[in-house]
């Protein structure tokens, strides 16, 4: 059942889910790309199995959004859940409770939905497009690329939570530096076919390798 007293209802943003290029709210205060992160964070948070990373995505979240002196509540609304992100100043930490009184301006607050049939992301199909993907590599090319692409998979799944195509070359190479090196456990023979291993994939899926893209 919707919340008649959240001011941020019905105001401030599109119900339309994350997409690139949407407006900030009006003042700037609240940049798009910290709501579409926050909303995928969000996502992330309520999908994963494991808790303790599902409250590593919470943390980080609400620290981005603390930094814009923002925070967050999930609405009920008619059985949909909203994501709502409005200024802390109107919050009351004491009674849990946003203060109507504390509004000045109700189109500060923004909100995104995370379920409906509206919404054009489906998080089972984007998984199951990955793992296919990994299934296609490892039949033409083998299991050292296979798994090497599988470990891409994770990273995606559980960092970014969309299509290995579309990693941008910032996200791919962190996957390469960081997840790839601190995370996977990769054998010797992964770690040689590493690039070969990200060019298969890319080619697998009919697209360049984001850093190679002409812009």
Do not use: C
Not at 71 to 96: M, Y
Not at 121 to 141: M, T
């Amino acid at each position: 059942m919707s919340d008649s007293n959240d001011p941020s209802a019905g105001s401030g943003r599109e119900s339309e889910g994350s997409q690139p290029g949407r407006d900030t709210t009006a003042d700037e205060e609240l940049p798009a790309e910290i709501v579409d992160e926050a909303e995928r964070l969000t996502r992330l948070e309520r999908t994963v199995a494991d808790e303790g990373e599902a409250q590593a995505h919470a943390e980080r979240r609400d620290e981005l959004l603390d930094e814009h002196d923002f925070t967050h509540r999930i609405r009920d609304d008619d059985g949909d859940d909203v994501l709502v992100l409005h200024p802390e100043e109107w919050h009351d930490d004491e009674a849990g409770v946003i203060r109507t009184d504390r509004i000045d301006d109700i189109s500060r607050g923004v909100e995104v939905p995370l379920e409906g049939t509206e919404h054009p992301d489906d998080w089972d199909a984007i998984e199951a497009h990955n793992r296919d993907l990994v299934e296609r590599v490892r039949e033409r090319h083998g299991d050292v690329h296979g798994d090497n692409a599988s470990l891409l998979a994770d990273f995606v799944g559980n960092h970014y939570a969309k299509r290995i195509e579309d990693l941008t070359g910032a996200e791919l190479r962190e996957f390469r530096s960081e997840y790839f090196v601190r995370n996977a456990w990769p054998s010797d023979a992964q770690r040689d076919a590493l690039e070969e291993s990200i060019t298969l994939v890319y080619e697998t899926a009919g697209v360049s390798v984001p850093e190679r893209r002409v812009r």
